[in-house]
């Protein structure tokens, strides 16, 4: 069964640290993959997505993401993060014939 | 800001009550989703609808009854549920059904 992965479940960072969320996927086919936020008190929105391509795609506020078919990978990526980032992050993929699947979501914490 | 809304925003029931939520899409999209999100869990797909008509039932209890009138529009009747069903139940809705799903705002249900 297809499956999602999100290693991990809390992260703590100062501002301007590097963060790094990590997504792996179970589906041997092809996938499309994305990333959705959920700001406090906020409805979930789309981060960035992968469909085809070039592997490295980027986002919203300066968020990218890259695609790693051979490890089923889709790790989230922000050089320096800041306060306003703090949210909660999830990872979702489907694949042909399939319904979207979620990974348990990682919630950002960002000190100011 | 969002394309799709949900009513009510907050909801309160009792078992014994039948309530409804309602969905509504201004984005002219062909496909619409139920999920429900608890703490700690992945969102869980209940169910979906392409151009009106209900293509997955993620083997939801039939305490909850989907209605789909038209492409804008998807309902979610509840009748004599238990407090496990407490969660915030959120709709989508997309393109395809392998397009970037928009989520409406969810309406958080508390069932005493």
């Known amino acids: 069964a297809q499956s999602v992965s999100q290693h991990n479940h809390h992260v703590i960072l100062s501002e301007a640290a590097s963060l790094e969320l990590g997504c792996n996927y179970s589906y041997g086919g092809t996938v499309n993959l994305f990333w959705y936020v959920q700001y406090p008190g906020q409805h979930l929105q789309l981060l960035l997505k992968?469909?085809?391509?070039?592997?490295l795609v980027k986002g919203i506020k300066g968020f990218e993401a890259e695609f790693i078919k051979s490890k089923f990978s889709f790790n989230l990526r922000k050089p320096s993060v800041q306060w306003s980032d703090t949210a909660e992050y999830f990872c979702a993929v489907n694949g042909a014939g399939t319904a979207l699947i979620f990974g348990k979501g990682t919630t950002l914490s960002v000190s100011s | 800001e969002t394309g799709v809304t949900q009513t009510p925003r907050h909801l309160v029931m009792g078992m014994t009550n039948k309530k409804s939520l309602k969905c509504e899409q201004h984005?002219?999209?062909?496909?619409m989703y139920w999920y429900k999100q608890s703490a700690k869990k992945p969102l869980e797909l209940m169910f979906v609808y392409n151009f009106k008509e209900q293509t997955e039932n993620n083997s939801v209890p039939s305490r909850f009854s989907p209605e789909c009138p038209n492409s804008s529009h998807l309902f979610l009747h509840l009748h004599t549920l238990q407090p496990e069903d407490s969660a915030l139940y959120l709709c989508a809705s997309s393109q395809g059904s392998r397009e970037t799903q928009y989520f409406g705002p969810g309406t958080r249900l508390l069932v005493l």
């Open positions: 984005l002219g999209h062909n496909a």
């Open positions: 992968y469909f085809s391509g070039d592997p």
